[in-house]
């Protein structure tokens, strides 16, 4: 029997409670697998453990997770810590110490999820926003000097290589030469940015030339924030650096679903050398935490991807068709859909669909 050992790292807030639920559902939806096993090694790294050890997590907490086939992960941040401290302690450092370059985040609007934007049919809106997750804006680049005085300095430095240019690249045409429309955008702002983002330019006219069966363009971020609210259904697969692909993906979770409960995402190493990681867009939550209403959908969601990223193709279409037909069904929604439903109802209504 094949065996995948998975890190869940459920986090804070409403983060164990979401991860909860999108565990069970996955180990229900392996019944499309044949022989094949989840072992979920559970880890107690949040904002809790950092009271009590000033540490996000063991000494020996990196060498532990590499050891896992993939991490699911919850969310972190809690109202009585930093939220610097888990981001710089856990989240970012992760992505670069396993060099989780490829940010995957799609959108789709969902038959039964009232679209907020007007006239657009479900399922017409279908993205996969690829996001350059190692370097560029979020690149742990600068400093401060003369701190609390008049003549006090911040330097933030972005980071472009053409090596982390060029993988982002390749990876988001790969996948829009696999989809029906063949279509890709770049995002880019080097009418204002003239070093970082030229490169970013430059190289996406190299890596263009070798997918001539994919139409692509470049487009300036303003332009593509206004056009994921005007025509979302203009985009097909989107490739942007770090903080571009950071703000445009919430943008277009609200424009396509409505709701940040729906937004699943990846942290993907596509060499395998490490574990790649898959969460739900959302926070914590803290003000809705143990009240057992927050939508587990986006972490179910998180959990389809890590079975495909897993191979466990099969196992990770059938959560994501279950989740498509608990929202195109009857079933009480939960409270960001407009319903009423307890956590637990919803991931009983997913499971119904599955079964």
Known sequence: ????????????????????????????????ETGTRLEWNRLPWNCAYYKQYAAMMPPDGWEILQKHDAILFGAIGSPDVPDQIPVHGLLLPMRRKFDQYINLRPAYNFEGVPCPLRDKAPGSIDMLVYRENTEGEYAPCGGRLYEGTPHEIAIQTNIFTRRGIERIMRAAFEAARKRPRRKLTSITKSNAQTFGMVLWDEVFRAVRTDYPDVESSSLLVDAAAMDFVRKPEAFDVVVASNLFGDIL????????????????????????????????????????????????????????????????????????????????????????????????????????ALG
């Open 249 to 352: 993906t919430d943008l277009s979770a609200i424009v396509s679903v409505g709701s940040l409960g729906l937004a699943s995402s990846a942290n993907i190493n596509p060499e395998r050398t490490y574990p790649s990681l898959f969460e739900p867009v959302h926070g914590s939550a803290p003000d809705i935490a143990g009240k057992g209403i927050a939508n587990p959908l986006a972490a179910i969601l998180s959990a389809a991807l890590l079975l495909e990223h897993l191979g466990l193709a099969k196992s990770g279409a059938a959560v994501r068709g279950a989740v498509a037909g608990y929202l195109k069904s009857k079933r009480p929604k939960p409270p960001d859909l407009g319903g009423t439903a307890k956590t637990v109802e919803v991931t009983q209504g997913v499971l119904a």
């Open 1 to 32: 029997m094949a065996t995948f050992r998975i890190a869940v790292l459920g986090g804070d807030g409403i983060g164990p409670e979401v991860i909860d639920q999108a565990v069970q559902v996955a180990d229900t939806a392996l019944r499309h």
